[in-house]
């Protein structure tokens, strides 16, 4: 009796979960931010595409699998966020080997790039003006990426995952508050072309929350893709589109907006590859932290902040200490950042030294538990570390775009895929490929526009066929050599900072993942005052902080939107999401219940 009603909750549970997507129904399902059970999980900020992710598992897909359908599926639902005009960090813990794979599908500078891609008579251009332009598309890598990545480890075809969020796109799905919050926000630029305007602006409003959006010029570009092995989009028609698209971008004429257009060319498009990299690495507290190593900086960051942090006993902390220590760790590791770290292939980025436990013992040497330091604080030498020592110039990082998205799946047999996936700006370059339905990226905005400071290098500025640093900073925590949870986040450069606190919530302070996940956020990157929410100002510990220095400013929204997974003790996979940030996120298991 007793296993029938289970069986029979099983069947409501996951028959709610995946009829919309599968029957062509319109779906709306409900946002769970924790789930826990059996043979796999997926958390994403969407119920559609998490819904799809766990379609796909329960049909014998992986967690790879099951981590490029979510992701196709974000395309559709989140498109301001992701889709296959970007690119992205694939980071995948391999059970059959117990290795951690990384692939950089980083959008990429086309050949005729230079330094002085953002600029116009010798001054750089103003940020907004590189957003919206034909100059900021690097090549797309997100779908290179999944068929490297379903190559490599996947046990289904780009058919099979792709073909759920085809599907979604045609029947299509409900409107939220965010996604039509999304569109309002940029509204004045998206109505500047008219292919954005048609699809994203019907009748000239947002679409209205609870009607039903539908993006078949998406489908059938998916289908399209899948059904040429992705050579349409690198070496054939969707790439002649984007090409078109970047070189005269499709501008109404009545509008008065400078969009400058691009030179990307249908060799670069043939030209781009999703490399496998090496994994970032660091041991803390004797977890191994697993993460994206160059050209993103997050794995290097994120480790060298819970490096510093290790020496000090954050567990027996009080609340106040432990926010001042984080803050200061953060504040250390990002002038190191910014002075050391971009794309390998131009210059030598010091990883393993940056990663190295006596370099962040010579940066904690300089906390003082009593008093915040000055931002912004300079950069030490990784290749020479010195207690206490600092070089050159320091200087803070800007926040960048808040719009990326980042998705964390497992499956049956022990796997774990964290991936975060993004088009840069909240709606990306703001233009729709006509015909198409997929909005463009504007990834090379993440590149300096100009060198910070004249006479020191500068590893991230534009040059030919060049990857733009990235924060993102999906992550694979081991414990004892198997999985013990997954994370990571979208929010620019407050990926580093919001990866960094999910873990020493879950691994210090005694939280459960999801609520590590939902803490109060602050985001010091080396300057004056730390972004923060107001949530993290409403806090006891605020004004004992100011008394130590520490500086603090409301960020304009909220910070991050955290996703991830966790293997517990007995076997279970739990599931974790935002309760809240961008209307709550969306954490399923594949069977709630032992079958
Ligand atoms: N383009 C950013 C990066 O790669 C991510 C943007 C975001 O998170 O909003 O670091």
Known sequence: MRRSATLVALLTVTTVLVSGAESGATPTRPKVPEAIGYGGAVASIDSDATAIGISVLRRGGNAVDAAVATAAALGVTDPFSNGIGGGGFFVFYEARTGKVHTIDGRETTPMSATETLFQENGAPLPFAEGVTSGLSVGVPGTPKTWERALQLWGRKSLKDVMKPAEELARSGFVVDATFRGQVANNA?????????????????????????????????????????????????????EIVQTVQQPPKDPASTLNVRPGKLTQADLARYEAPLREPSKTNYRGLDIYSMGPPSSGGTTVGEALNILEPTNVKNLSQTDYLHYFLESTRLAFADRNRWVGDPAFSNVPTSELLSQKFADSRACLINPAKALTSP????????????????????????????????????????????????????????????????????????????????????????????????????????????????????????????????????????????????????????????????LDQPETAELKNRGQGFSTAPGEIGAATGVERLPDGRWLAAAEPVRRGGGSAAVVFPFRW
Request: proline share 9%; aromatic share 8%.
């Open 377 to 536: 604080v300079a950069p030490g030498d990784p290749r020479n570390p010195t207690p206490c020592a600092t070089t050159g110039q320091g200087v803070a990082a800007e926040i960048g775009s808040q719009h990326t998205t980042h998705l964390t799946t497992a499956d049956a047999w022990g796997n774990v895929v964290a991936y975060t996936l993004t088009i840069e700006s909240e709606g990306g370059n703001g233009i729709v490929v006509p015909g198409r339905g997929f909005l463009l990226n504007n990834e090379l905005t993440d590149f300096n526009f100009a060198p910070l400071f004249p006479g020191v290098p500068d590893p991230n500025l534009p040059a030919a066929d060049k990857r733009p640093r990235s924060s993102m900073a999906p992550t694979i925590v081991l414990r004892n050599g198997k999985p013990y949870f997954a994370t990571g986040s979208p929010g620019g450069a407050s990926i580093i900072t919001t990866v960094a606190q999910v873990i020493t919530g879950r691994v210090d302070r005694g939280k459960s993942l999801v609520d590590a996940i939902a803490a109060p956020r602050a985001s010091q990157r080396n300057s004056a005052a730390a972004q923060v929410e107001q949530a993290f």
């Open 188 to 240: 004045a630029r998206f109505a500047a072309f008219p292919s954005t305007r048609a699809l994203y602006l019907p009748g000239g409003q947002p679409p209205a929350v609870g009607t039903t959006f539908r993006n078949p010029d998406m489908a059938d570009t998916y289908r399209e893709l899948a059904n040429t092995n992705l050579r349409s989009l690198y070496d054939g028609q969707i790439g002649k």
